[in-house]
């Protein structure tokens, strides 16, 4: 079995080319912009500390996929939507106190704007429209899902301004749940 290893240290990755943590695998320690010389598909990922933020493509393109330490034996299980994994992104887990983060109905800020501080299982319950085409995040990390119930497609957001969806890497502007990231 070969082992690729780039420098060891805590907060290690650990990539499988097939299901179960068997096949060919890479450990990483830091964030690559390219994996692809590394494997070929991905079927089952450890995650030994910190938060990962995976992309579909290389250069932190594509689906994002947000893991937290533990164990994940098949792709769906980390709800990929392929055994595609082609960069890859390492988070400090956030250690404050609080998260903050307002959304706005219209890009630029504009519009009917909602502060949360807390997760939202649904956007539309909660903010009374489907789509969030600005946001703000004050404090912590969070990741905005395309559909209710923290499922389909993944956005991490970091603090700062995201004057649009696509600053977030969103295809459309349809938010459907979020949730703080912190140890799931």
């Excluded at 499988?16 to 695998?25: I, K």
């Excluded at 994996?35 to 030994?48: D, K």
């Excluded at 649904?122 to 004050?138: A, G, K």
Aim: with cysteine; charged share 25%; proline share 5%.
């Amino acid at each position: 079995m070969e082992v690729w290893r780039n420098k060891p240290r805590v907060g290690d990755i650990i990539f499988y080319e097939d299901r179960n943590f068997q096949g060919r695998h890479y450990e990483c320690s830091s964030d690559c912009a390219d994996l692809s010389p590394y494997f070929s598909r991905c079927n089952s990922i450890r995650v030994e500390s910190d938060w990962w933020v995976l992309y579909e493509k290389p250069n932190y393109m594509g689906y994002q996929y947000v893991l937290t330490r533990g164990e994940y034996p098949d792709y769906q299980h980390w709800m990929g939507f392929n055994d595609c994994v082609r960069s890859c992104h390492s988070y400090p887990q956030y250690r404050g106190a609080s998260y903050r983060m307002r959304i706005y109905e219209r890009p630029d800020f504009g519009g009917q704007m909602m502060e949360f501080t807390e997760d939202c299982p649904s956007v539309y319950d909660r903010f009374r429209y489907r789509d969030i085409h600005s946001s703000h995040v004050i404090d912590g990390y969070w990741i905005f899902y395309e559909h209710p119930s923290y499922r389909g497609r993944q956005y991490f957001l970091r603090p700062g301004e995201y004057r649009r969806y696509t600053d977030w890497g969103g295809y459309s502007s349809t938010v459907g749940s979020f949730r703080r990231m912190r140890d799931f």
